[in-house]
């Protein structure tokens, strides 16, 4: 599931993977990119990451 | 034509080589030299006891390899293990390392090196068959935004940022303290490195226990080939 991540201090955004435990951080340069391009193409969304 | 030539190295006598510490000389001069059998040691008698040569110890308080591994692994073909070269498989999907941590040593350094892998992910280190009770935190940075971020680990199922897969070369330079003691165990890993973030991650697992084994997984994906070595810190 992807979601966006929201840095408080730096008021910046990073999209990330997050599989099982592991979140993973990505960006357009990423191959990560295009695979969340093609979910995104299927009509999803990521949600913004509450720490939840 | 040499002695040896006619009747063989095997059949001389041999002076200096020893089966093992009991057939030590009694009364050794200083500068005596012996080669111990059980141990392949070349030691020297400096005129208090028998030491490695240019060591002032016997046995240096220092890193050395754990020859004692032995490997076992999930998916593929067989891991191996010879000598302390523990040799990833083909397409591994993960791959435990058994006898690696003993009362020889209370610390660790554990480093993988080469190999490669099907997807570019987390790699995860398990200690003793444990699933539970990690605590840590990954620091990192993606060098194409320079943005410094972290993530945490609450009571995670293992250290899940010990190290990177990243196609080309599997990642992992660990520092584990006290896993053979029974008390909390302490990791830091130096290189862990995926998808474009670098950084490093520390880690404690909260079980007061003695363990011998750890496992390393990658969060997705198969690992092929490169070796792991597990080297100690030695106590005494």
Redesign the interface.
């Known amino acids: 599931m992807y979601y966006i991540h929201t840095?408080p201090l730096?008021n910046?955004t990073?999209l990330a993977l997050h599989?099982?435990?592991?979140?993973?951080?990505?960006?357009e340069?990423?191959?990560?990119h295009e695979v969340y391009l093609a979910w995104v193409a299927e009509g999803n969304t990521a949600e913004e990451w509450t720490g939840a | 034509m040499g002695i040896t030539q006619q009747i063989g190295a095997s059949s001389l006598i041999k002076p200096g080589v020893i089966d093992n510490a009991a057939a030590r000389p009694a009364s050794p001069f200083e500068g005596q030299v012996i080669f111990q059998k059980d141990t392949d040691q070349l030691l020297v008698w400096n005129g208090t006891a028998w030491v490695i040569p240019n060591s002032p110890a016997q046995n240096p308080q220092a890193l050395e390899l754990v020859t004692t591994c032995t490997v076992t692994s999930a998916g593929g073909t067989a891991a191996t293990a010879s000598g302390g070269v523990v040799t990833i498989g083909t397409g591994n999907t993960s791959v435990t390392v058994d006898n690696a941590f003993s009362a020889n040593y209370d610390n660790y350094k554990i480093v993988v090196a080469g190999g490669t892998s099907s997807t570019?992910?987390?790699l995860?280190f398990e200690i003793g068959g444990s699933t539970g009770s990690y605590y840590g935190a990954y620091l990192?940075a993606?060098y194409?935004?320079n943005?410094p971020?972290a993530?945490g680990?609450n009571n995670?199922?293992?250290f899940?940022?010990a190290g990177g897969t990243n196609i080309g070369q599997v990642v992992m330079n660990l520092e584990v303290q006290s896993p053979f003691l029974a008390k909390f165990t302490y990791i830091q890993a130096l290189s862990t490195i995926?998808?474009?973030?670098y950084g490093h991650a520390v880690c404690d697992h909260e079980v007061a226990s003695s363990y011998t084994s750890f496992k390393i997984i990658p969060?997705?994906g198969t690992i092929t080939g490169g070796t792991l070595r597990v080297y100690g810190y030695r106590n005494s």
């Open positions: 840095d730096l910046s990073t599989d099982g435990e592991v979140v993973t951080f990505f960006t340069q990423s191959p990560l | 570019q992910d987390a995860k990192f993606n194409t935004t943005t971020s993530l680990m995670a199922s293992s899940v940022y995926y998808q474009n973030n969060n997705s």
